[in-house]
């Protein structure tokens, strides 16, 4: 599956490094460019600096100065263009808590998935 181009590139956002690594994998494969970040403070660091990043997937418990949750609020507000996609592998995250366009997704999930979840978030 190839990366439609106006995706851009995505930025996993987990601390757990298991997790993280199979998402980056995933996304390889599909042939997007992939940003990490383990914590919240990195994730708005690469948002302002790279400017090709079109989708972001949030870990609801993302350590920082702010959770995932803020996160996805503060990307939401500041990234205009930005696709949101929370994802937790613990709970079930309300979308009342989530910001205006912001998806949830639990885990696992497969590039499939990630992309159908995508495809109604039009721009």
Known sequence: MAAVADEG??????????SRIKTIVMFM???FKVYEAVDADEAIKL???????????????LPGSING????????????????LVTSSRRRVASAR????????????RIDRVMEKLKPMSI
């Open 47 to 61: 948002l302002a600096l790279r400017g090709d990043i079109g989708i972001m997937l949030v870990d609801d418990e």
């Open 98 to 109: 989530l910001p205006v366009g912001a998806l949830f997704l639990d885990r696992p999930y």
């Open 29 to 31: 494969e599909a042939r």
């Open 69 to 84: 949750i803020e996160l996805a609020r503060y990307a939401s507000n500041n990234f205009g263009r930005l696709r949101v």
């Open 9 to 18: 590139a995505v930025l996993i956002a987990n601390a757990e490094a298991l």
